[in-house]
């Protein structure tokens, strides 16, 4: 059994990747930035009947949370921890239906089996304790020492339970995916079409070609488009919003705060402060823990002002502050060189700068932060009794009305929000939002109206039909042009003289694979899959239309891997195939086995208790 169990391992953890972040023992009770500590709702979460605790949730919040913060050095926004919530509440899913399909089909864990994973494959939050790590890398002989040391017989007790339940649901997905086969044909197939090359020249007509100002819909054009193509615009439920913001724009004495802080930084600098140690304890940007160390760069990478101060300093130079759209700035020049790099398919030498920096940000400070919130939550109020418009004008604020928007799309003026997007289709007509906050703004939003799913009207899709219909149009030329080309070429006509004639471009590619970027058509499938189409050296190719033109294709050769090495390679194409045909069959079964569970998320109710809302 544990020799099965062993070889399952390693694909089953990674499908459990995707959801799975264990709690940390030695941290249960500690309560990073809990977002909801008790309530009257007994749960958080209840799932087929099953109450999972407020306790269980805060904890398996706290981990990711915690693990979000050590991942990056910009702050936690609320969005972020928003979107947090919501990944504590899919892995709390995740875990309470794998352990009732444990409990369903009677799964156990033995004693041998338990003692066998925790020895060969030990867990990844054991892994990260430091008393089983050496420089901060995981130390398998301490770990192995501790395991036989009568010593931590209380602290193994106490880790028994939870690794003995991780294993059972390992157990359950082990059971899930056991069908998945390979078949030794597969594996032939992959390591052909891994390693089989094809070179090619190519007739090309794209898009350049045809499109441009001159290109243009009449509104006749567009109607009788959409009359032919209803069914492309078929949009689910959509919604439409009043939006009334603030936005996060940092006041001039914010400004001046910032400059004011860095100058003090500057002046310790000009008077022996070690630049790299300043900008460790002082920079607010991720190049901090380097000292500031930018690399190399180019012309025109950074921000015009940084760009413009980068190109024209010395080698060991250090700038006075200057400002950015990103805040206040000190420059350390490092030098210049000249390398080697390719523009446009040609070689040329391109000089780069290599500088360290300090940064302060510049945000809008808390106390304009509090005005902006107080106005809102004043405006909210006014149009709660009086109406949005009233409400606006009242308060000197500006409503802004969105364009329709589907579930979990962007909102227009808002972004990307999945707590206002979950408002507004939780919310009927008239409704309005409490004051809500995004990385660039404060906003309240009212919902205007609610859409049904079903084809929309003309004037709803007329952006889009005119974009389709444009498309269509170039395609349709860049097809018909190469298919001249192609009839020219089947008189006898050369591919390099059917491409003058017809103006469009002949090129002779690099080789390539059925999974690698192509010179001049990308990753295109329906181009790369004709080129590999291809038999014999000299055969030419129909016209095939992909996502930026036509493309005629003549093999000039093609290269097939050597079947000595399939034995070498094998193991890990098999490897990747019963992988991948695991984490897809895994994938439906938990989906599936997801949509047939009744869950009850009560986080939203507690926060309208927290709202009164």
């Known amino acids: 059994m544990f020799e099965k169990m062993r070889k399952m391992i390693v694909p089953i953890i990674i499908t459990v990747l995707v959801f799975f972040v264990a709690m940390i023992i030695l941290e249960w009770g500690l309560d ?14 209840v799932v087929n009947g099953e109450e999972i605790s407020w306790q269980a949730y805060n904890q398996t919040y706290n981990n990711m949370y915690r693990q979000q913060s050590e ?72 770990y192995m020492a501790a395991m036989a040391n009568p010593q931590y017989q209380q602290f193994w007790a106490q880790a028994e339970p939870f690794v003995r339940a991780d294993l059972k649901k390992y157990k359950v997905q082990e059971m899930v995916v056991e069908g998945a086969q390979v078949t030794e044909a597969e594996v032939k197939d992959k390591f052909v079409s891994d390693l089989e090359m094809v070179k090619v020249s190519a007739l090309i007509v794209g898009y350049d070609r045809f499109s441009g100002p001159n290109m243009t819909n009449s509104d006749a054009e567009q109607r009788a488009w959409f009359e032919q193509n209803k069914e492309k615009y ?72 940084f760009n413009q101060r980068a190109f024209s300093m010395k080698e060991g130079e250090i700038s006075e502050p200057f400002r950015t759209q990103f805040g206040w700035h000190i420059i350390k020049h490092q030098g210049y060189r000249e390398q080697e790099t390719t523009v446009a398919g040609r070689k040329t030498m391109q000089k780069q700068a290599h500088c360290s920096h300090i940064l302060v940000r510049v945000t809008m400070g808390r106390e304009a932060l509090d005005l902006a919130f107080k106005k809102l939550d004043s405006y909210r109020e006014s149009a ?39 408002w507004v289709f939780s919310n009927k007509p008239g409704s ?53 080309a192609l009839n020219a070429i089947s008189g006898g006509m050369s591919l390099q003289d059917a491409a003058k004639r017809y103006n469009a471009k ?51 050769s093609r290269t097939s891997p050597e079947l000595t090495e399939y034995n070498a390679k094998r193991d890990s194409l098999y490897n990747v195939i019963i992988t991948s045909k695991r984490q897809e069959l895994f994938g439906r079964w938990f989906e599936n086995m997801k949509k047939a569970s009744k869950i009850e998320n009560n986080l939203a109710k507690v926060e309208e208790q927290a709202t009164g809302s």
């Open 32 to 45: 990073f930035t809990s977002r909801t500590n008790g309530s009257s709702t007994n749960a958080a979460v």
């Open 71 to 142: 991942q990056s050095d910009a702050e936690v926004t609320e969005a972020m921890e928003k979107q947090i919530q919501a990944s504590a509440v899919e892995q709390i899913v995740f875990e309470a239906i794998l352990e009732q399909e444990a409990r369903k089909h009677n799964i156990v864990v033995s004693d041998d089996e338990l003692y066998a994973f925790m020895r060969y494959s030990p867990p990844a939050d054991l892994q990260r304790i430091p008393e089983f790590q050496t420089s901060g890398q995981f130390d398998y002989q301490k």
């Open 234 to 305: 078929k949009l689910g439920e959509r919604g439409v919003c009043d939006v009334v913001l603030i936005e996060k724009k940092p006041t001039d004495a914010d400004w001046q705060s910032g400059q004011d802080k860095l100058k003090v930084v500057y002046d310790s600098i000009k008077t022996g402060a070690d630049f790299a140690e300043m900008a460790k304890r002082y920079s607010e940007d991720g190049s901090a823990q380097s000292g500031g160390d930018l690399g190399w760069f180019p012309v025109g990478q950074m921000v015009a002002e």
């Open 384 to 422: 709660l009794k009086n109406g949005v418009a009233k409400a606006a004008a009242d308060a000197s604020l500006e409503v802004r009305r969105t364009e329709p928007f589907q579930k979990n799309r962007n909102i227009q003026w808002v972004g990307t929000d999945p707590r206002a997007n979950e």
């Open 432 to 484: 309005v939002s409490d004051v809500m906050e995004n990385n660039s703004s404060i906003f309240v939003i009212a919902v205007a109206e609610r859409r049904p799913a079903g084809v929309v009207e003309f004037t709803e899709a007329q952006k889009k039909v005119d974009q389709d219909l444009l498309v269509h149009k170039v395609s349709t030329l860049c097809h018909d042009t190469a298919q001249a």
């Open 506 to 556: 002949y090129e002779e590619l690099d080789e390539f694979g059925r999974t690698t970027y192509v010179q001049k058509v990308h990753n295109d499938p329906a181009a790369i899959g004709a080129a590999f189409a291809l038999a014999t050296p000299g055969q030419t190719s129909k016209v095939v239309d992909y996502d930026q033109g036509s493309v005629i294709y003549r093999l000039i």
